[in-house]
């Protein structure tokens, strides 16, 4: 038997004492938390060790020790020791920003610890939430977060939010009754309160009846954790760009191998030798390195300066790729502030001004303003002031509310419009507070001279029903057309009445409602588009990314909003929860694509839209802010949640946190992923073809059973140096002026294009013979080996310098656009000095096989190295050219 269906003797039968306020005894509760473990869900926190040992799962790496055993094998130490430092360096870069992450992500956390008040020895005292057991006894009050799921035995007015949860919008009024049908859904358990939901009215006591992973919060948790995600688009670029390459240079090195060994070109350990030297120059082993610094820092940037945070490091970049993003529409899209905007009495509409839940605004009639208050206007704006049990306090200047957005809305509109407020000389006898059945509030007042009143506010077609059992003649078709009218307008739509003979009633019922009812009339209600919003999506659309409004509400209203906030160029399509689940699954992934506007949608649709829009070769990115969101953003692409409202449940299943809840601050995070990955590509771009030029040096070397130019060290300096100073540049590399205006990349697209892979063979093959035709040069106008390698080193150096400018931007090298990023320059001039330090320090000759060079081995490096921009510039000049006659 479920713990809803049983009465409070079957639930009580274990109980040491018949009173449930005694509680459980300290001993008992003791002994049980020792063993059910604390009430807290369990942290699915990877060991630091195993986050660093994941370091090293990378096809790169994997070469690179190869190499480093091979070196130890053959006595080549210093090999060994600067190879070994390359791959530890790559593994901290990596584990420290994970780290960064999860410590971010645990800060975030610590905020939400909360206590319980519970019922020990027969005494009432607040403990630590996770120290709950099995059968306490709580006591629930106004602003609590419910700590356990908890049978209730006890009620007054108690009203909890469970939206987080269930995805209702409406606080659900509880009761302590049983409730004997079986597999109710969790919305309809209204005799129960559950883990992580909020009291927003009156009072309770509840029994503990599961505590940390066995609450329905722990449930939805253990599916988040064993939900599969895919991985990145970029994480899956790279790793098929690492294994490509990994490949073809291992596939070089064998044949290699094969022909030295035949045609015995060199001794067995100097080929082996050779060949490592080939691998280690040929691998881009400061490829991870680069990739992770120029995401750890996005991530930095987007923590510090633009309000996210990004839980893993590739995710940064996924934004860039992202080309649906699937949302909720209150408090997200809208301000979750609710505005009285219009007010019909009878014949007449009145407006109002104002946004939110600040008590300034003007009443407007016909478009005038007026301060005239007639009588029935003022029973209209009492009656929602009185039906109602939300707060509306002032903190600074900042007005705020406890309790229902709707009810916030007509406190504000009372104290707007009614600035001389009249004292209001009345007590309040009884209220009958809002439930999804009835879909009404009523509340029973005595006046000042002892006469009694009933209010209520509620569904216009409650109300109509009353109005018009009172009176046949009631023109209930004319008050739906303007009820219509505004939910035509994305307005909520509340009916307000009154009662004026109620001198009988001492306890108020729902039968009291059924006769003496005067209908006072209808008002609309806005929640208003946060004006932020409307900017990000007219910035979204302009970048191709399409927002989809997932949301409770009805399809008039969600539609009229979406026209607001200008959710799409075009026309909009809206579809409903229930049209949605009569679809077949080929029928789903096309209305996914297709609609703009979810409404009425429960959360299991969500989950489902995700997966329709993914296997539409979508790439997803859903913000959400509830448990019943977490496995919906655990399966999206990028799961994005809310840091002040979102649940615990929600930010652990998330991959980006917004601390400021703004959904403005997704356009910015976009826009800052796509720059991520156009500089992580521009950086590939640039890392490979010196890679693959210094591996070309080798292969070209053992081909023509030549002398080897360049040792493995120096071809490590060249490399690992040049990653960590050159390739920083990248780092600071501003967006192209049109990211926003392009559309995103495709899920299944390449990271490296045809006409790319082109441009990188050509300029590693001319950076090897200027690099191979310098050596040779030197050496047959008398200079030293070491002269000469001294001297390849500097022009393959300097040539990356120069290309460094090519890479860079899409326009020309000599234009204004060289000048975007004045870090590069100083990165540049560090590189420049660490090549002197190569080539003049001694203990840098040593350990390099390096030496001084002379003003005219410079001129030739300078000259070597300029020959590669030229020859690139010139290819860019005309592909330019070819692209401006296209279009």
């Known amino acids: 038997m479920r713990p809803y269906q049983k009465n409070l003797e079957e639930l009580l039968q274990n109980y040491e004492q018949e009173d449930p306020l005694q509680g459980l005894s300290t001993k008992t509760a003791t002994k049980r ?213 990994s490949l073809c240079v291992l596939g070089a090195a064998v044949l290699l191998f094969i022909l030295g060994f035949i045609f015995e070109t ?41 309000n996210a945070i990004v839980k893993s490091l590739p995710s940064a970049e996924t934004l860039g790729a992202v080309d649906v993003i699937a949302t909720d529409k209150t408090g997200t899209l809208t301000k979750n502030e609710m505005t009285v905007t219009d007010i019909y009495l009878d014949e007449r509409h009145f407006s109002v001004s104002g946004s939110g839940y600040a008590p300034t605004g003007t009443l407007f009639i016909n478009g005038e303003a007026t301060t005239e208050r007639e009588a029935k206007l003022k029973e209209l704006l009492l009656a929602g002031y009185l039906a109602n049990d939300t707060t509306l306090t002032q903190v600074d200047d900042t007005w705020t509310i406890n309790g229902e957005p709707t009810d916030g809305a007509f406190l504000t509109a009372y104290h707007k419009l009614m600035p001389n407020k009249e004292s209001i000389q009345l007590e309040k006898l009884d209220l009958l507070p809002f439930d999804s059945f009835h879909r009404y509030m009523a509340i029973l007042v005595q006046l000042s001279n002892g006469a009694k009143k009933i209010y209520l506010k509620g569904a216009p077609d409650k109300l109509f029903n009353f109005a018009q059992q009172q009176d046949p003649n009631f023109k209930r078709s004319f008050w739906q057309a303007k009820a219509d009218h505004l939910a035509n307008q994305g307005k909520r739509v509340v009916a307000l009445g009154v009662i004026k003979d109620a001198d009988q009633i001492t306890e108020l019922e729902h039968k009291h409602l059924e006769s003496g009812f005067t209908f006072l009339g209808l008002t609309g209600i806005i929640d208003p588009p946060r004006p932020e919003v409307i900017a990000a999506l007219r910035e979204m659309n302009k970048a191709k990314v399409e927002v989809k409004m997932i949301t409770g509400d009805a399809p008039l209203t969600a539609a009229a909003i979406g026209q607001q906030l200008g959710l799409a160029d075009g026309e909009l399509h809206t579809i409903t929860g229930v049209e949605w689940d009569q679809l077949t699954a080929e029928q789903k992934q096309k209305a996914a694509v297709k609609h703009q ?216 090298a000599f234009s204004s656009a060289s000048f975007t990023n004045k870090k590069a320059f100083s990165i540049i001039l560090l590189m420049i000095l660490l090549q002197m330090g190569l080539t003049y320090l001694p203990f840098m000759q040593e350990a390099f096989s390096t030496t001084g060079m002379q003003l005219g081995e410079w001129i030739l490096t300078i000259v070597c190295g300029f020959s590669v921009l030229a020859v690139t510039e010139l290819d860019k000049f005309f592909k330019l050219r070819l692209a401006r006659a296209r279009n």
């Not at 082996?272 to 992770?292: D, F």
């Open 266 to 306: 060199y001794s067995l350990p100097v080929l082996t030798l050779a060949i490592v030297t080939m691998i280690v120059g040929s691998i881009p082993e400061g490829l991870p390195a680069t990739t992770s610094v120029i995401l750890a820092l996005g991530v930095s940037d987007l923590a510090k300066n633009k």
């Open 597 to 812: 506007i979810f409404a009425r949608t429960t959360p299991e649709n969500k989950l489902e839209i995700i997966e329709a829009l993914q296997q539409s070769g979508k790439v997803t990115a859903m913000t959400g802010d509830g448990v019943n969101d977490a496995p919906a953003l655990k399966k999206a692409d990028i799961g994005v949640s809310m840091g002040i409202k979102g649940t615990d449940a929600a930010k652990e299943a998330s991959d980006m946190i917004l601390t400021d809840d703004n959904f403005a601050t997704l356009a910015t995070a976009i826009k800052e992923g796509r720059r991520i990955y156009d500089n992580i590509k521009k950086s590939i771009l640039f890392l490979l073809p010196t890679s693959f030029a210094e591996g070309l040096i080798i292969f070209l070397t053992i081909l023509f059973n030549q002398e080897m130019p360049l040792q493995a060290t120096q071809l490590l300096w060249i490399n690992l140096v040049s990653a960590i100073t050159i390739q920083f540049a990248f780092i600071f590399e501003p967006g192209a002026r049109d990211l926003m205006k392009r559309p995103p990349r495709k899920s299944n697209s390449r990271l490296i294009s045809g006409r790319e892979m082109l441009q990188l063979g050509y300029v590693s093959l001319l950076i090897a013979l200027v690099g191979l035709g310098a050596y040779e040069m030197l050496i047959a106008t008398g200079a030293s080996a070491t002269l000469a390698s001294t001297a390849m080193v500097n022009i393959i150096v300097f040539s990356k310098i120069f290309y460094l400018f090519n890479i860079r931007t899409e326009e020309s």
């Open 33 to 245: 938390l020792a063993s059910d473990g604390p009430n807290a869900l369990v942290a699915k926190k990877t060991p630091n060790w195993l986050l660093f040992i994941r370091q090293f799962n990378n096809m790169i790496i994997y070469i690179l020790l190869f190499a480093t055993l091979l070196t130890l094998f053959l006595g080549h130490y210093t090999d060994a020791i600067v190879i070994s430092v390359v791959i530890i360096a790559n593994a901290v870069i990596g584990y420290y920003q994970e780290a960064n992450a999860a410590d971010a992500l645990a800060k975030i956390k610590d905020l939400l610890a909360t206590n319980a008040t519970v019922y020990r020895d027969g005494i009432r005292q607040d403990i630590d939430a996770t120290k709950l057991v099995r059968d306490d006894v709580v006591f629930l009050e106004a602003g609590d977060q419910v700590p356990a799921d908890l049978r209730l035995i006890k009620t007054a007015d108690l009203r909890i939010q469970e939206s987080a949860l269930t995805g209702e919008a409406d606080a659900v009024t509880k009761h302590a009754s049983a409730l004997k049908t079986a597999d109710l859904p969790l919305a309809e358990q209204a005799n129960m309160a559950f883990s992580s939901t909020t009291v927003v009215n009156g009072s309770g006591l509840g029994v503990v009846v599961a505590t940390g992973e066995k609450t329905e919060l722990g449930k939805i948790s253990s599916a988040v954790a064993s939900a599969k995600t895919r991985p990145t688009p970029l994480v899956k670029e790279i790793n098929a760009l690492g294994k490509t390459v």
